[in-house]
């Protein structure tokens, strides 16, 4: 089983940037994907990536501030964040496109001035 561990949020003010980690133990080959749940919602998918970084894709609320890469030499993916908003602010989660491994802890990006 693929353990995911989410690091890199934490507090920023609104317009400011973060750049979030997954690390994913052991090979994983797939196309991968960040959501996000913020207080009292349910998760919601972010941005999605394909196994060779060919095709990337978002949700319309942060299309042109994210930007999702991976490295499948570290086993890592990426989510950099720029021009931040309130509206950010959730626990961030990576895992495939569609959901096969257990969730990992998240990690906390607060937007707030």
């Known amino acids: 089983q693929v353990q995911l561990v989410e690091s890199g949020g934490g507090l920023v003010q609104p317009g400011g940037s973060l750049r979030l980690s997954c690390a994913a133990s052991?090979?994983?080959?797939?196309?991968m994907a960040w959501y996000r749940q913020a207080p009292g919602k349910q998760r919601e998918l972010v941005a999605t990536?394909?196994?060779?970084?060919?095709?990337?894709n978002y949700a319309d609320s942060v299309k042109g501030r994210f930007t999702i890469s991976r490295d499948n030499a570290k086993n890592t993916v990426y989510l950099q964040m720029n021009s931040l908003k309130f509206e950010d602010t959730a626990v961030y989660y990576c895992?495939?496109?569609?959901?096969?491994?257990?969730w990992g802890q998240g990690t906390q990006v607060t937007v707030s001035s």
């Open positions: 990536i394909t196994t060779n970084s060919a095709y990337t």
């Open positions: 895992n495939t496109a569609t959901p096969r491994f257990l």
């Open positions: 052991g090979s994983s080959i797939y196309a």
